[in-house]
């Protein structure tokens, strides 16, 4: 079953390392990505850096588009008012396929803030604890945030 995450980190730092450690356990085989995504949104900043890293060139159009809408809708827009809300519930309904409600995209709006990071994956047939070792053998300090 193909899975969409995010994971927030408190350092918008770690994000990036948490998916360079991702891409590890991809080619080690304990699971398969079929893209990702972070977001780093560094204390003082007016918005936060979004970074896609295509996986696959044939599909990574498609990807881009959705991360470039998902981001869009989440970060670029004003964060008051009818267009944010618009564009959030046209994110939530390109992410339905995923199983993502709107209400998990207005939290990980709120979650990511000055000074995060955040990690989105698509993923699927993965052992989460062998995953898990990965990220705990890692250097990337600590788990990632409830999120």
Known sequence: ??????????????????????????RAGRLTLHDSATVSWPTGEDRPTTRHRRRDPAHGAGWGTLWGLLFGALFALPVLGAATGAAVGAASRAMSGFGIRRDELERIRESVTQGTSALFAVTEEGDLDELGDAFLSSPVPGPPAAG
């Open 1 to 26: 079953m193909t899975t969409f995450t995010v994971w927030q980190y408190d350092d918008p730092d770690r994000a990036v390392a948490a998916e360079r450690v991702l891409h590890e356990a991809a």
